[in-house]
Each structure stands twice: as C-alpha cells, then as structure tokens.
C-alpha cells in the first residue's frame, strides 16, 4: 500500500513546505518513488522544485475541478531523480471556493490521487496553512500526518501558562 502523507498545520511558518521537500529527498534517497502534491495555493512546493506556478499547466486546481482528464499530465519530474510533482498555483484559492458547491466535496483530492498513488511509493501533501477545505481534503486523502510545529510559547497551550512580562 502506497503510504501517502498529509503535512498539515493552521499555521504558516511552521515549517510544512520544508518538511515536505526534505522527505521528498530523504525517500528518493532510498530509492523510492516520490510524488509531491502542492496543495497550497501560495505554491512554495512548487518554487521549491523550481518550477514558476504562473505558467506550469495543468496544476492540481485542474484536477480538482475535474477539467484536466488525464491526471498523468499534471504530474511532472523535477530534478530530483525519482521525484514527481503535481504543482500549484494560485487557481487552488478559485478551485476550493468552487468545490463548495460539490457533493463528497472533502473527497475530491483522495479521488483524484486513487488512481496514480499506486505508481509511487510515497506520496507527500504539502497542505495550506488554514483550516480550510483544501486543508481537509489533503487530510482526508492522507494515511498518515505530519504536525511540524514551532518550537516556541505560542505553540503550546496549558490550563496554567505562566504569566510573561
């Protein structure tokens, strides 16, 4: 079974995009076969890989929307051998205000990857910092998650935080 990982946190900053690219790395260093999914419309992922989101085509705002018939053609090498990409841009943001519409509507990206997961070893989502519907569809298509977190006050909640003056 294809291992597909959501990494996913609220907040920006904390690290999600890093993480997702360093594990695309760390799991084609073992030879396995990586497929990264750019799930936020901000498109770090997808610079990170080098590609420029204003003119990759078809991105996963495609395929989410069920425009792009062929699922292969958004997936693109990038120059890390054994790792692929579907990438991003800014038509994410358009996409999720039109998925609200849509019956199963936090399913669509699980029904999008179903028939490619199989391909790859691991599939990573690098998901948005929001509590969002793309958020919940990276989770939803997700077996396991990835929580990066800050190491600092504002990340940790208690009953009895100590006053800071």
Request: glycine letters at 6%; hydrophobic letters at 45%; aromatic letters at 4%.
């Amino acid at each position: 079974m294809t291992k597909i990982i959501a990494v996913a946190n609220h907040k920006g900053g904390v690290g999600k995009t890093t993480t997702t690219f360093n594990l695309a790395g760390y799991y084609a260093g073992l030879g396995r076969k990586v497929l990264a999914c750019d799930l936020d419309p901000q498109a770090s992922l997808t610079k990170l890989f080098g590609f420029n989101p204003k003119t990759v085509h078809p991105s996963l705002a495609e395929l989410l929307l069920g425009t792009e018939e062929a699922v292969g053609e958004a997936i693109h090498a990038t120059q890390t051998s054994g790792v692929h990409l579907i990438p991003a841009n800014s038509q994410l943001a358009d996409a999720e205000k039109r998925l609200i519409t849509r019956m199963n509507r936090e399913q669509v990206l699980a029904r999008v990857l179903r028939p490619i997961a199989e391909a790859f070893d691991v599939v990573l989502i690098d998901c948005p910092p929001a509590l969002d519907l793309l958020n919940t569809n990276g989770l939803s298509a997700a077996n396991e998650l990835i929580i990066p977190l800050e190491s600092s006050t504002l990340q940790l909640h208690t009953e009895s935080a100590p006053d800071v003056a």
